[in-house]
């Protein structure tokens, strides 16, 4: 069954890869939508796919890339457009 989270994620997440990281990890798990730096340090992520994949990038995104720390990671049920493939956003 396909899902759709927002996910956001705070700590040390700008500039250390953490962007690169959730794409690679979206492409590899085959999951949809978009992943964008946010003003206030944060990072966001809309994750859509098969439900087991985006609990498993849910749960990796508490670790993220080599260079991150990871402070809290908030999951929410989204309902927007279906995206196509896998992007880096502009910051918002």
């Not at 794409?23 to 939508?33: E, N, P, S, V, W």
């Not at 439900?51 to 990871?70: D, M, N, Y």
Request: aromatic share 8%; hydrophobic share 45%.
């Amino acid at each position: 069954m396909s899902v759709m989270r927002r996910i956001f994620i705070s700590g040390k997440v700008h500039n250390v890869g953490y962007r690169a990281w959730a794409i690679r990890r979206a492409h590899d798990l085959g999951i949809a939508g978009w992943v964008r730096n946010l003003k206030d340090g944060r990072v966001e992520i809309l994750a859509v796919g098969d439900e087991e994949a985006v609990t498993e990038l849910t749960e990796e995104c508490r670790v993220g890339s080599e260079f991150a720390r990871v402070d809290t990671v908030i999951a929410e049920v989204a309902e927007e457009r279906m995206p196509k493939g896998f992007t880096k956003r502009f910051t918002a």
